[in-house]
């Protein structure tokens, strides 16, 4: 354990600005590492954050390789969180709840037929609802002329921010040390990297770096900058005319809309719980932004979005008011082919990099964690990481893997 400013030289440091090294740094401890430290903004977490509906990745990805080895996706994702959380002995039933995820679309919609195949292919128990079926089980969505849904019931709603205090006294309860609040001001690679904070100055002989929207700001001295995209979203969410006509406690699953001909981008909701009464409804994009300026007012050209919702939400879901009762912001961070970047510094490889998901992929930190650990430690992957590298955008160079 490092006392402020005093170095140290472990086995692993990890800075984060996210969700993610919660769970590499408990990857790190149950197999034999340490970890000493950890960064995130000093900003709080809000309620923007609270919700992440759990889209088993071989529902979300139809079979493409956007997550880590999807043929081994839904068991591997629901048993890491399950294993997690069984070591703090937590229960699962605390951080999550299984509502199923039902995805909206035309019949002949490519994307739905493609992600039901891939279902299927899988084993995924799924139901394929027609029209006259789906009003029946959910009257209180209204459907356009043919349009069907598939219930995926294995989907559900993660808790992040429970989840995350979970995983974080489950690291400090292995030895590690968590400390929040300091803003990474300098990161000098080498052997050991040192990483120089608002509070101290840290070395150690890896570094991981999931930095979220804030990732270039720490490549770039190191002579690196990913393609990355970082977008302000709006997040809404809708006031119930029937209180509970939505809720969890009305078996009301998590939707995600395919193929919306008002809306480029996906139409996802969660059922009311975070904020009672009230439904999430948020548009699946957003506008680039800084995001140091995530919480500035907002300007009429970054609502468009919303309108966009308030559209969806009075022609779909006619038991919503169709104006949003709060609205926040989040971050997204993509990358131009909506893959991950899991991969080693092209020059440095004791430094591991994780970017292009952040605000939207906390439900897969247990692969993402283990893959971050094993790079960090020179192990084999578990998964192919050839669709995550680096040198997929050859103007980048080549990652030594």
């Not at 493609?114 to 089980?137: C, D, F, M, N, W």
């Not at 001909?261 to 999430?280: D, F, N, T």
């Not at 952040?358 to 020179?378: A, D, N, Q, T």
């Amino acid at each position: 354990m490092a006392d402020a400013g005093r170095a140290v030289c472990p086995s692993l440091l990890s800075c984060y600005s996210n969700w993610w090294n919660s769970l590499t740094e408990n990857s790190l401890h149950h197999n034999g590492g340490f970890s000493p430290v950890t960064e995130k903004p000093t900003r709080p977490w809000g309620g923007t954050f609270h919700y992440l509906f759990l889209l088993l990745d071989l529902a979300k990805v139809g079979g493409r390789q956007s997550v880590p080895n999807a043929q081994h996706s839904a068991d591997n994702i629901l048993g890491l969180w399950s294993f997690t959380f069984s070591r703090v002995h937590w229960q699962p039933s605390l951080t999550s709840r299984q509502t199923g995820l039902l995805l909206l679309g035309m019949k002949e919609n490519p994307e739905l037929k493609t992600i039901q195949a891939t279902l299927s292919r899988h084993g995924v128990e799924h139901q394929y609802l027609p029209s006259e079926e789906l009003k029946q089980r959910f009257p209180n969505i209204q459907l356009a002329r043919g349009e069907v849904g598939l219930l995926d019931k294995s989907g559900g709603v993660l808790y992040a921010d429970k989840a995350l205090r979970v995983l974080q006294d489950a690291i400090r309860q292995l030895g590690g040390i968590v400390h929040d609040g300091e803003k990474v001001m300098e990161i000098k690679p080498g052997l050991p990297v040192v990483v120089k904070t608002t509070s101290s100055s840290y070395q150690a002989r890896s570094l991981i770096i999931t930095a979220g929207p804030w990732t270039n700001r720490l490549l770039r001295p190191l002579g690196l900058e990913l393609p990355l995209q970082t977008l302000r979203i709006n997040v809404c969410y809708w006031k119930e005319k029937a209180p509970g006509s939505y809720s969890v406690s009305q078996a009301f699953p998590c939707f995600l809309g395919l193929g919306l001909s008002l809306a480029p981008h996906h139409i996802y909701g969660l059922p009311s719980r975070e904020y009672p009464g009230l439904v999430k409804v948020c548009y699946h994009h957003g506008n680039n932004a800084d995001p140091e300026e995530r919480d500035c007012p907002t300007a009429f050209a970054d609502i468009q979005d919303v309108h966009i919702l308030s559209r969806f939400v009075r022609d779909l879901l006619p038991d919503l008011e169709p104006e949003p009762a709060i609205m926040e912001h989040c971050m997204y961070t993509n990358t131009p082919d909506e893959h991950f970047i899991l991969d080693r510094h092209p020059k440095y490889n004791n430094i591991v990099i994780g970017a292009g998901f952040s605000g939207h992929g906390f439900k897969l930190s247990p692969i993402v964690g283990k893959i971050l650990y094993e790079l960090s430690m020179k192990l084999t992957p578990s998964y192919d990481l050839t669709p995550f590298r680096i040198s997929r955008f050859p103007s980048l160079g080549k990652a030594h893997l």
